[in-house]
């Protein structure tokens, strides 16, 4: 790999991705996505991960898709590209995404960063679309996701200005969980991983399955999903440890079966 670096065990049953083209803002590449893309199918089928978090450096998360290699290209050349489709594949991850965004999170890194689960930023965290101010718009969900969380107005304002919004207002429009200082962010995005890594990776699996049907479908589908999700939770292991734990007062231990 040459533009991402992985560590497995940063944590017990956390996996960290670090997106590592500093020099360039860690503007998204092909090559950079199809590295991710890669370690993320292979992450999700890792039974040694449950959670796994997606960060950049304290001075950018991702500046946006690289707007060098696609200078000079067509419309064909998009079309065949295979840049876009791992954007989908990052949202399909079985497992709970953390983004941990520090500096920039702009275009392709602000979709990247909401196909994320959850977003734990730092005081320096700046969200944008500006691709408007480069002669384009948003390609890879910068008009939906960020439309479904934020509402249409501030998403018309962000995508037609470029204008880049600071943490305490992404926190306010809701794209984010919460901000902390710079020094403490990873720490903060390993603790809430470790967290979440703790519980039985099949229900983890499943409720982030449920909760992002409810996105999809009509609250009555939503609903029914939601309930065969959690039956489906019966037939577990862990269900058993983890209410027999529960009864017992001691720790969970789930397996994951
Ligand atoms: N693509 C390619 N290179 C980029 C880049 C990008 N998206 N963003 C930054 N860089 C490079 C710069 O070209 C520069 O390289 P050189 O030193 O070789 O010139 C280096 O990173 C440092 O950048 P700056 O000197 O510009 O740093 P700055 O602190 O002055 O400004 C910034 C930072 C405001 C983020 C500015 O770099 C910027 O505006 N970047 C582009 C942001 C952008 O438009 N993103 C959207 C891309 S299109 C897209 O993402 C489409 C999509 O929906 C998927």
Redesign the pocket.
Known sequence: MDFIKVTKDHAPYVALIELNRP???N???IQLMSELGETLKALDTDDEVRVIILTGNE??F?????????AGKGTIDMLQGE??GI?TQISKTSKPTIAAVSG?A??????LAMSCDMIIASESA?F????I??G???????TQRLTRAVGKAKAMEMVLT?K?IDAEEALRYRIINRIVPVEVYMQEATKLASEIAAMSPLATQLAKESVNRAFEVSLEEGLYFERKNYYMLYSSEDQKEGMNAFLEKRKPDFKGK
Request: contains cysteine.
């Open positions: 020099k360039e803002l503007a998204l590449n001075k950018a991702a500046a946006g898709a690289d707007i060098r290699q696609m840049l876009f954007w920039f702009l275009g392709g890194g602000c979709e700046q944008g679309q500006p691709e101010k480069i384009v718009m948003p390609g890879a969900g910068g470029g880049f």
